[in-house]
């Protein structure tokens, strides 16, 4: 019996990884999926497909009290840590006919011919307790503590490469394994919040000392184009207070609490309020409608999308005046205005989101520098809003920021229209 | 003085990465540069921000010849690497008072508040030779081997965490002092091949038994949606050989040879050939025209992206018949050329490519099935040409796979026109 916090090491195996041709998924992946069992992977180690395998492992052994492999157990000849784990743990491997017969069905059904490499994902550990693996061929594995009486080890989880494979096995079978090793109740709670509209410096003032001066509480901050993730860990009742000042102090600036995307959490709240939405993309070239296409369902309450990046096309297909353009230019207040009007127009819809602006390399002049960009929401109700903002960043950063500054924008006016009392930090519109 | 392949080992430190909350992007990137000298990345290890640190360096130093440290380098107070490798190492750090002058002039500009934990990112270790930081605050550091001659050490380089800030550093400072470290010409080659319009078992299929028939080779595959990457390591002359086998064998079906996005070639092959190009997506709901706008210079080739997701903007903005959408559905082979050809039309550009579909999770029908998609080119010379697939899988991947589709055959396109003997291996249109 093992109580948290517990000394739990990840060792991914893969030369692939170490090539830089695949990015690791199972750290994050694992590390989340275990933080509310109270346990933490404290370190990890990425290994080649070679004997450094068996070194780590041995080195390890002694080290930690719960010890995660992944990779390396498929049918070819690189795939070789079950072999390093029954080596360095003194363990025989017996082929299990039961396996073999479903591995030669699962195959049948797939039309994969057999090959002499299939078989040795039927060869199981002595003494270990078999993981299923209902998205794949190779089964994973599960030794308890000191199993072989000669060699003190850890708990050790042998998991397969794929993470399709690897994630469902963990959840179904890994974490009730663990659960059961782990006595008394999780002593951390992890949460997380998704912020838009609000930078990351102005977060951290507005939170950092408060939630710091709760003993045993953590606190971080992720930034990303145009949100910021705040993540606290701690006991559950620090937690609660923790929740209390963050909710408190960020108010609207929070759009999830549960990882939500920004453009699903809009989606949502447009298909609640039985509204809908246009947009109308220059410099975000679209980007704005993929994300909102990326939410299921979107299609109840997304009608069009207009990506004209050329001028005449915002003429013809949006309607804005190409005097209009001429006069102010096409990244302007006016024509940011014209184009998300003509947007609404055209579609029909209760609502509407328009981007010009300069992406960059180039374009840029003294007057409107790479970098600038107006954002304008139309509605049915309300005068049309623009704001103007300048992203001193790398091409597709400036769409990342762009898109999410306006879907933030029409995200506040939809909490505004459904409540007019709930906001109070401010922010347009 | 080091000769290929010599031992390297990565040390990613940051707490932030066992958490899971975030990826990291080092060991790829690094790997990468660094395989053209010969050398690779042998083990890494992912440590939290503590004491950790300094007892993996210590434990390493024997072990490598050239260690790669990351992270840690900031303001706050969990910013602890620079001091770590200092105990590890016996060495100083040594405010430099010319550091300090520009770090205060860096954040003046920047209107940002001096802190205390500011003024650390201007120590140096003792000896070291600093690594200008152009896109951040914290510089990075070189230390030559066995720096302080009581602990024997090998090549060390500190590098900040953000990969904006390590990727250009690397590549301007740390990569030509590799090359002064590393004697002798690289004795390994690494060559990569996008390919679109063929899965990974085809791939295999052309060319795996003939490219392992060379001695020395490596072959990898790496599956992404729509695309295939394969790569090849080995001596010069066995990728000479390798080369030509998949050149031969897989023609028009690579897109790349230098990690091009298929959007990229694209746009430059329009580009060439002063032609433009018009977009009518409906499943894709705007995946198209965003991968297209994240070019570069798109604005001079793509005129203008018609998402029409409701029925009322395929008959609006692209004068699809409402009679023909009755008659056949949204998701058909007619409405996908009637929406390329009035997307062409409209936008009066030389191709329009168009997208309807199912994405799913809900919507299929027995007769169309989710995943059902149909892809359309229309260009001025030829006939509309309209493809149906079938991509069973998750919402996102199914927009992605089905935006590779539509780029892929307008690639082929463009191909065929600019040279009609260049094909063999067909392939629509």
């Known amino acids: 019996m093992v109580t948290p916090i517990?000394?739990?090491i990840l060792i991914n195996t893969g030369t692939e990884l170490l090539l830089g041709d695949v990015q690791d998924a199972h750290l994050a992946f694992i590390a989340r999926e275990i933080l509310p069992l109270g346990l933490r992977i404290e370190e990890r180690r990425t290994v080649p497909d070679s004997e450094v395998i068996r070194r780590t492992l041995v080195e390890l052994f002694p080290h930690c009290e719960i010890l995660f492999v992944t990779g390396g157990l498929g049918p070819t000849s690189d795939d070789i840590t079950r072999e390093m784990v029954a080596e360095s743990l003194g363990l025989d491997l017996r082929r299990d006919p039961e396996l073999l017969a479903w591995l030669e069905r699962r195959l049948q059904v797939r039309g994969i011919k057999w090959s002499s490499g299939i078989a040795r994902q039927a060869d199981v550990l002595a003494g270990a307790e078999v993981l299923p693996n209902e998205n794949g061929s190779a089964p994973g594995f599960y030794l308890k503590?000191?199993?072989?009486?000669?060699i003190p080890s850890p708990h050790v989880f042998v998991l397969p490469g794929p993470p399709r494979e690897l994630q469902p096995m963990f959840k179904k079978f890994a974490i009730p394994i663990l659960k059961s090793i782990i006595t008394g109740p999780p002593q951390v709670e992890r949460r997380s919040y998704s912020i838009a509209g609000v930078g990351e410096s102005l977060v951290e003032n507005a939170i950092g000392r408060k939630v710091l001066a709760i003993p045993g509480i953590e606190l971080g901050y992720c930034a990303r184009p145009g949100e910021v993730e705040v993540r606290i860990i701690g006991a559950p009742n620090a937690i609660a207070g923790a929740d209390a000042i963050i909710r408190r102090e960020l108010r609207v600036s929070i759009f999830s609490d549960h990882g939500e995307a920004l453009a699903a959490v809009?989606?949502?709240?447009?298909?609640?309020?039985n509204e809908t939405l246009a947009t109308a993309e220059s410099c975000t070239g679209g980007l704005i409608s993929n994300q909102i296409t990326n939410v299921p369902g979107a299609s109840e309450v997304f009608l069009a999308g207009y990506v004209t990046y050329s001028n005449s096309a915002k003429s013809d297909?949006?309607?804005?005046?190409?005097?209009?353009?001429?006069?102010?230019?096409?990244?302007?207040?006016?024509?940011?205005?014209?184009?998300?009007?003509?947007a609404r127009t055209r579609a029909g819809s209760t609502y509407?989101?328009?981007t010009t602006g300069i992406a960059g390399p180039t374009g840029g002049s003294e007057e409107k520098p790479v970098g600038t960009v107006y954002v304008a929401l139309a509605s049915k109700t309300s005068k049309t809003f623009v704001m103007k903002f300048r992203f001193l960043t790398d091409r597709e950063t400036f769409k990342q920021l762009a898109a999410q500054t306006a879907l933030d924008l029409l995200r506040r006016k939809l909490l505004k229209e459904s409540?007019?009392?709930s906001e109070r930090s401010g922010g347009a519109p």
Chains 1, 2 share one sequence.
């Open 266 to 273: 809009v989606v949502n709240l447009l298909k609640q309020r």
């Open 419 to 421: 409540d007019v009392h």
């Open 145 to 150: 503590a000191n199993i072989n009486p000669r």
């Open 317 to 342: 297909v949006l309607n804005v005046d190409s005097e209009l353009i001429e006069k102010h230019g096409a990244v302007s207040e006016e024509v940011a205005r014209a184009m998300a009007d003509g």
């Open 352 to 354: 509407a989101l328009a």
């Open 6 to 8: 517990v000394r739990a």
